[in-house]
Structures are given as C-alpha cells and as structure tokens.
C-alpha cells in the first residue's frame, strides 16, 4: 500500500484525501498487535503528502501535562522519546525544545548523556529533525527578575552562560533556528527597573551571543518572540514590531530576525497578519509560533484556527503567496481535558487545518470573480507612479501640476462586501 503511494503521483493525491480515514479503518481490521507499525506507516505516508510544510511542535507543547495557575496536572508526564513517537505517528517534520525540555535542569553529565542519547535514537526512528532550540530562561527562581535584563549582573551573567550551553545543545541536535522568548524580562511596576536599561541589556546579552555563535560555527540565526505580558505584569519588547525596530540596532543585524506567535498579538489587541507582513517585508521572518486566543483573555494557546478561522485564513494566505519556506511551529496545547490520544488529535487537527486553509488561499487565488473583483479595486496609472516613485525637483514639479480631482477620486467603487462575502464563502466551504 504505501510502496504504491510512493510510485504513483496522482494516487498519491487521491490518497492524502483519505489517508485518516483509509488509517483508522485498516487500523480497526488489522487488530491490536499490527497497531504501532500500521500507524507509523501511515504517519510515514502522510508526512510524505506533507513535506512540502515544515510542521513542528515543541516539546513542551504535545507534552503539556494541562498543569495551569489554579491546578495540578491532569496528564502524567511523557518522556521526551515517547514525545518524540507522538510526533512520528502524527506525520510532524521536526521538534524543537528548551535545554530544560530535554534535560533536567540540576541533571549530572552522565544522566544528560543518556538522555540526549536516547533522544537521538527516537528522532531518527521518527524520521523527525530539530530545526529550532531556545533556552528556558523562566522557570527558575533565579530569574523571577528577568534574566538578561535583570537587575543583578551576576544573573544576567548566568542567563548569558545558560543560553551558551544551550545553544551547544541545539547544535549538537541540528538546529539552525535559535528562539529568544524573554518572558521574564519585564517587570509588575515601573520602579523596579530602568526600561531604557533594560534594552541596552538586552542588546548586549544578543551581541555577545551572536559572536559566540559566530566563533563556534554554529550558523544560527535569531528569532526573537515578543509577548505583552504574562507571565510578567509587562513584559519589554511588547510586541514584534518592537524586535523589528531592535534588530537595525544590532551588532549583527543580518544573524536576527522575529519568531511572532498568534496568541501574543492577539493579546495586544493587534492584527497578527499585519505584524507578520512586516516581518515579511523585512524579510525578518525566520520562524513562525501558530496558535489561537480569544481577544481580551488570558494567555490561551488554543489549536491553530480553532478561535479565529477569519484571522487563520488570511496568516495561512499570507504565508503561502509570500512562500514562506520556514518551520510552522504549533506552539500550542490541547485542552487541559485531554487525554494523550486526544492530544494526537491536538496536533494532527493542527496540521490539518493549516492544510484545508493553504487549500482555500489557493482557491481564494484561483476564483475568477475575486480576481475580476481585485483586478476593479486596484487602479494602475504608470505616468504617476513613475513620478512618486522617486523624488527629484523635476517630478516634484509635475506632481504639484498634476490634475488630481478629489471628487472625482472619492467616487471610485469599492465593493468590498462583495469580496469579503465571497471569501467568507470560501472559508465555510460552500465555494
Ligand atoms: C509562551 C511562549 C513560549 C515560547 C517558548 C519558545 O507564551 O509561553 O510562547 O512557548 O514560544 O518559550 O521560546
Ligand atoms: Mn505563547
Ligand atoms: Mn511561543
């Protein structure tokens, strides 16, 4: 069965239609004992429909044991192997992790030798790679100040030499995407630091870094995550428009770029599609967190487009005319309810939806009447682009001369409830 998926091209699309059903129902016959191998195949068969997006999950994110501020965990924990199985029998490409994911922060050289070997072995039998790998520099007591930006320059030593060890780790595995997610640089009150020392910090922390990188060979590039708060009051860097104006004040600008995440933007109250295109134009994005948040709510994670399918729509649209080529990250977890199948279903439902979403910005793409639509909305005059293209007296000269009638600009139509409809139609499947 699948060796005839591989040979055969328009099988092989036929197919993906129904791989989870044609899954489920040689699962249900073939019983019990063929289970693991069956799925493993079929996962090697759906990742192969797949390669043409880099999905990836973290480890912290399929191993989300549902722990939240008021409760205890209702999933016992997975092992990073077992994840990494997870990750296999769902199709994912790759998995990212902080140091801590993977090895215990207080572990001995010996157990961190174990566990990185094991590790190994279940990525490789998973057919899975680590494109990215970031450091916990949040969930110790030593950083409940912040670590590069901390108050204490011996924690802001600590936080520099942790992210070192970490980034050795994250090479040694692969990785080539090194995140930055300063969730403990911030503060609750405004007296307790100095915000415009808090961003020399920072820079110097990133541009020791960056040589450090530079010295090992380790070819990384940077991408940092801004978020609004939690678990800090306020955290710096807000939003990713905030890197995006850090990044030209670097000493190695070109190493830098954005790790947006939906959920964070969401927080702020901003359009995320806006903030990636500007990453995009910047040509800034290395990397990409999908999730989802209702507005106005705490830090949520959701399943990517299970909140805000209109929103979803128009990331996954961007991303794919623009052929962003990077890792789709899932930075996500399933509902505290969930048991570790349904967290399966979590992560494969993730997949999916950035999927039937790509399949519809191409329809989007493809719809005559729309593209009759843009081609009415948008209206060229290439005498006049010429002039406001660049300045010089002369076509200044011209455009203050030039027969601009407002009235008659105003009248121009815009039938844009048409095109939103009939994108809302595409959405819901009915077109
Ligand atoms: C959060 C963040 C983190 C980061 C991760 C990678 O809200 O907790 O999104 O999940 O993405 O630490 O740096
Ligand atoms: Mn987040
Ligand atoms: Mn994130």
């Not at 039998?125 to 520099?137: H, Q, R, S, Y």
């Not at 930055?180 to 100095?194: I, L």
């Not at 399949?359 to 719809?367: F, G, L, R, V």
């Not at 660049?390 to 001369?401: M, R, V």
Request: with cysteine.
């Amino acid at each position: 069965m699948i060796k005839r998926i591989g040979s055969r091209s328009r099988k092989l699309l036929i197919l993906t239609e129904f791989l989870p059903t044609l899954r489920d129902s040689f699962i249900a016959r073939a019983g019990a004992n063929a289970l693991p191998n069956l799925t493993r195949n079929f996962a090697m068969a759906e990742k192969a429909t797949q390669k043409k997006h880099k999905f990836t999950f973290g480890l912290w994110t399929v191993g989300n044991p549902g722990r939240d501020p008021f409760g205890e965990p209702t999933r016992a924990p997975l092992s990073p192997p077992k994840i990494a199985d997870m990750l296999g029998d769902v199709g994912a490409y790759g998995v990212n992790f902080h140091d801590n994911d993977l090895i215990p922060i207080d572990a001995t050289e010996q157990q961190a030798a174990d566990i990185k070997r094991d590790f190994k072995k279940a990525i490789k039998d998973n057919g899975l790679v680590v494109p990215m790998a970031t450091t916990n520099l949040f969930g110790d007591p030593v950083f409940k100040d912040g670590a590069f930006t901390s108050n204490n320059a011996k924690v802001r030593a600590y936080a520099i030499q942790k992210t070192m060890r970490a980034m050795d780790l994250g090479a040694e595995f692969g990785a080539k995407i090194y995140v930055f997610w300063g969730g403990r640089e911030g503060v609750e009150t405004d007296a307790a630091k100095n915000p415009v020392d808090a961003i020399k910090r920072f820079r110097e922390a990133i541009d020791f870094l960056c040589d450090y990188s530079i010295e090992q060979g380790f070819g990384y590039k940077f991408a940092f995550e801004a978020k609004p708060n939690e678990p800090r009051g306020h955290i710096y860097f807000a939003v990713t428009g905030s890197y995006l104006a850090l990044i030209p004040t670097l000493k190695h600008p070109e190493m830098c770029g954005v790790n947006p995440e939906v959920a964070h933007e969401h927080m702020a109250g901003l359009n995320f599609v806006h903030q990636v295109a500007a990453a995009i134009e910047m040509k800034k994005l290395f990397h990409i967190d999908l999730n989802d948040q209702e507005f106005g709510r705490y830090d949520q994670d959701f399943r990517f487009g299970s909140a805000n399918l209109k929103h979803a729509f128009f990331l996954v649209k961007l991303l794919e005319d623009h052929k962003y080529a990077g890792p789709l990250h899932f930075d996500a977890h399933a509902y505290r309810q969930s048991d570790y199948e349904d967290v399966k279903e979590f992560a494969r439902g993730s997949i999916r939806t950035y999927q039937l979403l790509s399949d519809k910005a191409a329809k989007w793409n493809a719809d005559k009447e729309i593209q009759a639509l843009l081609r009415e909305i948008n209206h060229e005059d290439n005498l006049l682009s010429k002039l406001t293209k660049s300045y010089s007296t002369g076509n200044a000269k011209k455009l203050l001369a030039a027969d601009l009638d407002r009235k008659v600009l105003a009248n121009y139509r815009l039938p844009y409830e048409r095109l939103d409809q009939l994108t809302m139609e595409i959405i819901m499947g009915v077109r």
